[in-house]
């Protein structure tokens, strides 16, 4: 049997995690002198509210290699081999925290840097939970997800280009003119890493822009897919859902969704929505 750990920024919730019985392993995230653990006294919601209430840009923290090797303990305690999946390593360092970890655990720990974030990552880690549910062991799985990750394509259309801005990502300049004008950036990960795909303006052609890059891209209904929205409210999203409701009608019939937490929400801000899928091309 195979054990499946993670990280907090793959957003997964308290509940889904002990349904699936998957272990977490929180990031922290600091607002100014104020630390919290996120998704135990942080939750989306929370995080959402102190960001548009704070004009401090707030920053994340990994996990202790001591953190990691307590949960790989944990899990090696009721499994005969553990894989963990982790955020991107251009984005933090907890994989390398993870990896430090697992050299105590003589081969029986397998740490994959999942080149994704949130939602990207979440999916990655439903398709590991699957994958260990029908029998393969740590080393196959490894192998097998350092192959699907390269698959993961996550698209995020932002509502404001504030907090890229705050974060030191475009100039103020850049910001003022993209607010006059009603731009709507589209982000994605390239080798792990944040980066600009596209951009429109106004909403609906965001959404536009938004539904032909998945198009082009394809999903592979097959696999775990995932929309995502940041924010207080899930109303661009679900709006969303609806318009571009061609694209999904003929393969599910519901569209899972997860609320996005710090890790993404610190640069794109609140009213963005996320799409996650394997890709088809």
Same mark, same amino acid.
């Given at each position: ?22 272990? =977490? ?80 655990? +003589? ?8 080149? !994704? %974030?949130?939602?990207?990552?979440? =999916? ?13 062991? %740590? ?39 993209? +607010?006059?004008?009603? =731009? ?8 792990? %890493?944040? !980066? ?36 207080? !409210? ?27 937490? !710090? ?9 963005? =929505? ?8």
């Amino acid at each position: 049997m195979t054990r499946i750990i993670t990280d907090s920024t793959a957003d997964f919730t308290r509940q889904e995690a002990s349904a699936l019985g998957l272990d =977490i392993v929180p990031l922290r995230t600091r607002f100014g002198a104020e630390e919290y653990i996120d998704g135990v006294d942080l939750t989306p919601r929370q995080f959402y509210e102190k960001l548009i209430e704070s004009d401090v840009v707030p920053t994340t923290s990994q996990p202790s290699p001591a953190e990691f090797e307590a949960a790989m303990a944990g899990a090696l305690r009721e499994a005969d081999e553990a894989v963990v999946i982790t955020i991107s390593g251009e984005l933090s360092g907890t994989y390398q925290s993870a990896s430090i970890a697992a050299e105590g655990f +003589g081969g029986r720990v397998r740490v994959v840097d999942s080149r !994704s %974030a949130s939602i990207g990552e979440q =999916i990655l880690v439903r398709l590991a939970l699957r994958l260990a549910g029908a029998g393969m062991g %740590a080393a196959e799985l490894e192998r097998q997800l350092l192959c699907e990750r390269e698959k993961i394509c996550v698209l995020a259309l932002l509502d404001t280009l504030e907090y890229l801005k705050r974060g030191g990502r475009i100039s103020a300049t850049v910001a003022f003119a993209g +607010g006059v004008l009603a =731009i709507k950036p589209v982000i994605t990960l390239v080798d792990g %890493a944040v !980066s600009m795909v596209g951009k429109a303006r106004g909403s609906k052609n965001g959404g536009n822009l938004l539904n032909q890059l998945v198009e082009k891209r394809g999903v592979d209904f097959s696999r775990p897919y995932m929309l995502g929205y940041t924010g207080l !409210s899930d109303a661009p999203l679900m709006k969303y859902a609806m318009d571009s409701e061609r694209l999904w009608r003929d393969h599910t019939e519901e569209l899972p969704v997860s609320a996005i937490g !710090s890790v993404i929400g610190t640069h794109g801000g609140p009213g963005a =929505i996320a799409a996650a899928f394997f890709s088809l091309k």
